[in-house]
């Protein structure tokens, strides 16, 4: 049987989701906002979703952004992941 490749994504892809979850805090936000503005040009803040969790301890934001290349986005996940409160980013 063969394998099945992954997907290619050609870039750059415009509207290429990323969603992050974590500790649900004005913090997280911001922070998920600083790195996308830095990482990501032409990043709109206000496509951002948001969700909290049932219990409201976690939150879901998922953004939208040009990507240009497997470089940035790598970069994105470095510097979410980074943080303690991030506990995903996909």
């Given at each position: 049987?063969?394998?099945?490749e992954a997907p290619?994504?050609e ?7 990323i ?5 649900a805090?004005d913090?997280?936000v911001?922070?998920?906002n600083?790195?996308?503005t830095?990482?990501?040009p032409?990043y ?10 049932r219990?409201g301890?976690?939150?879901s934001i ?12 790598k970069r994105?996940h470095?510097?979410?992941?980074a943080?303690?409160m991030?506990?995903?980013?996909m």
């Amino acid at each position: 049987m063969a394998e099945k490749e992954a997907p290619k994504i050609e870039f750059p892809c415009e509207d290429y989701p990323i969603k992050v979850l974590g500790d649900a805090s004005d913090e997280m936000v911001s922070l998920v906002n600083e790195v996308m503005t830095r990482e990501a040009p032409g990043y709109d803040a206000s496509r951002n979703q948001v969700k909290g969790s049932r219990n409201g301890r976690f939150q879901s934001i998922t953004v939208w952004v040009t990507a240009t290349g497997e470089p940035q986005l790598k970069r994105i996940h470095e510097s979410l992941s980074a943080s303690p409160m991030i506990k995903m980013v996909m």
